[in-house]
T-cell receptor, first 112, second 114 residues
Framework: NAGVTQTPKFRVLKTGQSMTLLCAQD?????MYWYRQDPGMGLRLIHY???????AKGEVPDGYNVSRLKKQNFLLGLESAAPSQTSVYFC???????????FGEGSRLTVL | TQLLEQSPQFLSIQEGENLTVYCNSS?????LQWYRQEPGEGPVLLVT?????EVKKLKRLTFQFGDARKDSSLHITAAQTGDTGLYLC??????????????FGSGTQLTVLP
């Protein structure tokens, strides 16, 4: 019953450092998403994927890169972290386009 | 991007009271979803409404989709402390020419006091 699993759950970075967030889903979903959540701003889409080997930009893609080499995994990378990227990051997956989203528990990132 | 506005942003009530929260847009949506998010967790889907004028009930929660499919409301009867959470509405974004992503409102943070 794992569903969507995100690692790590917490991370503190210094400005300029890089890191990768890993998302894994065991529901055989085609669609996967990375959102960021900031106070008062709801969930904003960073990047998404409609299948293995595909990625696309969402609403706020700058400063992030993604890869979907395997269907079950969706990686979010920060090449040079900035304080503005301090946020809670959520990965989600869905079976159908615009269908129910299944979310992970979130990864809290702080950039100093 | 089609904008979804939620109101109120914050709501604090006593257990047993009734409440309504709103999700409004100037654009027509083919469907709207409502999620609830508890602290430290990801959002969980409560309901999807797809037909203008549709009313769906989930125990003490009543969801309504406006006739014009531009707005939706969530009414909670006799609120309980377990209803505390962030309520988010979301709908498919057609503005990019492809309904490949959901756009979310900023949410209503509900606190039910014992």
């Amino acid at each position: 019953n794992a569903g969507v699993t995100q690692t790590p759950k917490f991370r503190v970075l210094k400005t300029g450092q890089s890191m990768t967030l890993l998302c894994a889903q065991d529901m055989n979903h085609e669609y996967m998403y990375w959102y960021r959540q900031d106070p008062g701003m709801g969930l904003r889409l960073i990047h998404y994927s409609v299948g293995e080997g595909t990625t696309a930009k969402g609403e706020v893609p700058d400063g992030y890169n993604v890869s979907r080499l395997k269907k079950q995994n969706f990686l979010l990378g920060l090449e040079s972290a900035a304080p503005s990227q301090t946020s809670v990051y959520f990965c989600a997956s869905s079976l159908y386009r615009t269908g129910e989203l299944f979310f992970g528990e979130g990864s809290r990132l702080t950039v100093l | 991007t089609q904008l979804l506005e939620q109101s109120p942003q914050f709501l604090s009530i006593q257990e047993g009271e009734n409440l309504t929260v709103y999700c409004n847009s100037s654009s027509v949506f083919s469907s709207l979803q409502w999620y609830r998010q508890e602290p430290g967790e990801g959002p969980v889907l409560l309901v999807t409404v797809v037909t203008g004028g549709e009313v769906k009930k989930l125990k003490r929660l009543t969801f309504q989709f406006g006739d014009a499919r531009k707005d939706s409301s969530l009414h909670i009867t006799a609120a309980q402390t377990g209803d505390t959470g962030l309520y988010l509405c979301a709908g498919p974004d057609f503005s990019s020419g492809s309904a490949r992503q959901l756009t979310f409102g900023s949410g209503t943070q509900l606190t039910v006091l014992p």
